[in-house]
T-cell receptor, first 112, second 110 residues
Framework: DVKVTQSSRYLVKRTGEKVFLECVQD?????MFWYRQDPGLGLRLIYF???????EKGDIPEGYSVSREKKERFSLILESASTNQTSMYLC???????????FGDGTRLSIL | EDQVTQSPEALRLQEGESSSLNCSYT??????LFWYRQDPGKGPEFLFT???AGEEKEKERLKATLTKKESFLHITAPKPEDSATYLC???????????FGKGTTLSVSS
């Protein structure tokens, strides 16, 4: 079974802090994704990566950056956290784009 | 305009009362349609992929079907453990990322 592991289930940070969310997958998948999920808005794509050191912006990249130095690890960075970035963050991976994405259990991030 | 619309937003069923969830999409050039189940506080769990109109997939009490404009997730004789939010996502031919609907929250009471 594919396993996607997100480093924290719950995280509380202050406005203005630089925040790192980490995601690791164990299936040698080429493609990895970061989403945020908010009530009434569903899942929205922030960034994705189709190879090491390669990244593409999703629908809502503003205020975020990403890093993929190794194939199995994809990091989401909040450069200067703001309260409107309080959300559930979900990481996913897939071998090819027309195959199912497999998700981690999410990080619930609160920015105070 | 939403490209993937799920209905109803919420559905309450009695145990054993069969029903269907709908996912309609307005995109052209569908590469795949995906159904997921999400429990509170967890990430989405993959259920089915459908690639072409007329295709059907089944797993226990769930059956997914696909037409050119919509997909249905049929739930036969549901049990309380089927309570969850069910998400539908589509992939375009021209794009790479999935577009998710907002989900249907199903509650099954005994």
């Amino acid at each position: 079974d594919v396993k996607v592991t997100q480093s924290s289930r719950y995280l509380v940070k202050r406005t203005g802090e630089k925040v790192f969310l980490e995601c690791v997958q164990d299936m040698d998948h080429e493609n990895m994704f970061w989403y945020r999920q908010d009530p009434g808005l569903g899942l929205r794509l922030i960034y994705f990566s189709y190879d090491v050191k390669m990244k593409e912006k999703g629908d809502i990249p503003e205020g975020y950056s990403v890093s993929r130095e190794k194939k199995e690890r994809f990091s989401l960075i909040l450069e200067s956290a703001s309260t409107n970035q309080t959300s559930m963050y979900l990481c996913a991976s897939t071998a090819t784009f027309n195959q199912p994405q497999h998700f981690g259990d999410g990080t619930r991030l609160s920015i105070l | 305009e939403d490209q993937v619309t799920q209905s109803p937003e919420a559905l309450r069923l009695q145990e054993g009362e069969s029903s269907s969830l709908n996912c309609s999409y307005t995109v052209s050039g569908l590469r795949g349609l995906f159904w997921y189940r999400q429990d509170p506080g967890k990430g989405p769990e993959f259920l089915f992929t459908l690639y072409s109109a007329g295709e059907e997939k089944e797993k226990e009490r769930l059956k997914a079907t696909l037409t050119k404009k919509e997909s249905f997730l049929h739930i036969t004789a549901p049990k309380p453990e089927d309570s969850a939010t069910y998400l539908c996502a589509v992939q375009y031919q021209a794009g790479t990322a999935l577009i998710f609907g907002k989900g249907t929250t199903l509650s099954v009471s005994s």
